[in-house]
T-cell receptor
Framework: QKEVEQDPGPLSVPEGAIVSLNCTYS??????FMWYRQYSRKGPELLMY????GNKEDGRFTAQVDKSSKYISLFIRDSQPSDSATYLC????????????FGQGTTLQVKP | DVKVTQSSRYLVKRTGEKVFLECVQD?????MFWYRQDPGLGLRLIYF???????EKGDIPEGYSVSREKKERFSLILESASTNQTSMYLC?????????FGSGTRLTVV
């Protein structure tokens, strides 16, 4: 079993839709939960991160962590065509400078 | 501005060749990583280094080795390239939460 599982999609939504992206994990030692966005032919870039459980909001993006269920989510409100990319969840811990484990990535297309 | 530079964008090598992929970061980060990215499999960790001359195996180290003689440079070595090592290779460096990635090297082994 992989430590981090993510549905690769692809996911296609109309502009303005609410998008929900999810990951599950098996390692209860993970403490830092991140979402990266990767545009075509580019390296991933950090979008948001959460430490331990809870929610974090940044503009149209909300990250949620439920450690009891080992489940994390990224919500995108009012999705835009510019949000079309691959979204990767990533986790690390204990400590914030150790091994960083990624999910498979979900490819999102937002249609105008 | 944060920068992670990978030496080659595209590389074509023959089966059995020894291949060096170079990565340089200018942020004085302690941690550096090598991943490979394949469709449907996401980013898989090959090796990471938490200090000069220090390294740890990731999830798929077989067929690879690494070298970190200086803090800013982390090299991935394919000892004898095989066709199943055809992939996108991504280098990253990290201190704190965020990891910063290079643009990747698309390696094709023929």
């Amino acid at each position: 079993q992989k430590e981090v599982e993510q549905d690769p999609g692809p996911l296609s939504v109309p502009e303005g839709a609410i998008v929900s992206l999810n990951c599950t994990y098996s390692n209860s030692a993970f403490q830092y939960f991140m979402w990266y966005r990767q545009y075509s032919r580019k390296g991933p870039e950090l979008l948001m991160y959460t430490y331990s459980s809870g929610n974090k909001e940044d503009g149209r993006f909300t990250a949620q962590v439920d450690k009891s269920s080992k489940y994390i989510s990224l919500f995108i409100r009012d999705s835009q065509p510019s949000d079309s990319a691959t979204y990767l969840c990533a986790m690390s811990g204990p400590g914030n400078t150790g091994k960083l484990i990624f999910g498979q990535g979900t490819t999102l297309q937002v249609k105008p | 501005d944060v920068k992670v530079t990978q030496s080659s964008r595209y590389l074509v090598k023959r089966t059995g060749e020894k291949v060096f992929l170079e990565c340089v970061q200018d942020m004085d980060h302690e941690n550096m990583f090598w991943y490979r990215q394949d469709p449907g499999l996401g980013l898989r960790l090959i090796y990471f280094s938490y200090d000069v001359k220090m390294k740890e195996k990731g999830d798929i180290p077989e067929g690879y080795s690494v070298s970190r003689e200086k803090k800013e440079r982390f090299s991935l070595i394919l000892e004898s390239a095989s066709t199943n090592q055809t992939s996108m290779y991504l280098c990253a460096s990290r201190t704190g939460i965020a990891a910063y990635f290079g643009s990747g090297t698309r390696l094709t082994v023929v």
